[in-house]
Every structure is written in structure tokens, then in C-alpha cells.
């Protein structure tokens, strides 16, 4: 080892004897020698953490497109019309409309009050049907499964952006966003066919994507 200063050789002195500079530190045995992870070669002077390569990769996400979503639409839509079925049976036994259809006669005027029963009846039947469909999906998409049971059966999965899962809130909006999405003579579901990453116009609203995992 040689002074910084001046030159001269050192052996071992903490000092130069010719022009009194500090000698210069010694490297660490210890950071040379520094084990590393178990098949990854430390070489003398880098340490493990250096030398340990973690690449942070993952796949790149698969977007489900529109064929797929709208089988899964299909499916879901098939299970809704059991659901449908199963509550409007008993309103109409509960509001009376179910025995008043029953005794219609072919041939006999229509009854005024029973006319009047069905139109008070129809926003009562449609309401029920949109807190169906809302729960349906919402509750669905936001839980552990992220999917209807239709996109569950073809390996569909909701998420935010990052990939994670959303919030009932989120999943409430994005099923509210296919109001807009019908407004546009179905284009903003066509979107989904087309789109970077195959969003829906709803998808974009809500700032969800639909995954095939």
C-alpha cells in the first residue's frame, strides 16, 4: 500500500512516516467475503445486496374481449330470469294482479280497476327488477370470486386498474355506467372489441377492467 500524498510505501503504519498523511482505509474482509443468497456468486468487493437480482417481472394481464363477455352476459341473464321469475310470482299473488288475470274471460271487456292494478303494478315489478340485477352484479363482481357466475364459469375476473379487487361501490358504479352504455345504441359495449385494454364505455367510467385469468 502506497501514501495518497506523497507516494511513499506503507507497511501497515496508520501514518506516513515521510509526510504524516492518514494511510488509507482498509476494505472490509467482512463485505468482501459477505455470504449471498443460495446459488447467487458473490464476488470479492460487491455485496450481497448488489449482487441479488430481483427483476420484478409479472405476465402481462390477459383483457377479456367482447365474444367473451357477451357468453358470459348471456349466462348471467339466463340466472337473473329464474331470479326475476322467483320474486315476481309472489308479487303478483300479494297485490291480487295473479287472481284478477286468472278470472279474464275471452270475449269480456277489460276490467277498468284491474287496468289500473297493472299500470300501478309496472314500476313496483321494474323497480324490483333493477335492485335484482344492481345486487346481482354489484355484490358479485365486489366480492372474493370479482365475477358474476357467469363470468365466473368462463374464467372472468373484475378489477380496478391496478389489477385489484373493487368495491361495492365501484362495482355499484360500473353497473350503473351500462345505463350510458345502452344510450349509445350498444356502442359503448362494443367497445369492449375494440378498446386498448377491451374496455366497455361502463368499464371506463367506473376505471374497472375485465380480466381472463
Known sequence: MFCSKCGNRLSGAAFCPTCGAPAPAMPSQAAETAPGPPGVPVYAGISAAHSSVSP????APTYAGFWLRFVAAILDGLILSVLASALTLPLLGLTGIGAALHNIRPGQPPDAALLAAILAAIPLLVGVAVLVKWLYFAYC???????TPGKKVLNLRVTDLDGQRISF??????FFGKIISSLTMMIGYIMAGFTERRQALHDMIAGTLVLHV
Do not use: D
Open 141 to 147: 363482481e365486489s366480492s372474493e370470486w370479482q365475477a
Open 56 to 59: 420484478h417481472w409479472r405476465p
Open 169 to 174: 361501490g365501484r362495482a355499484s358504479g360500473r
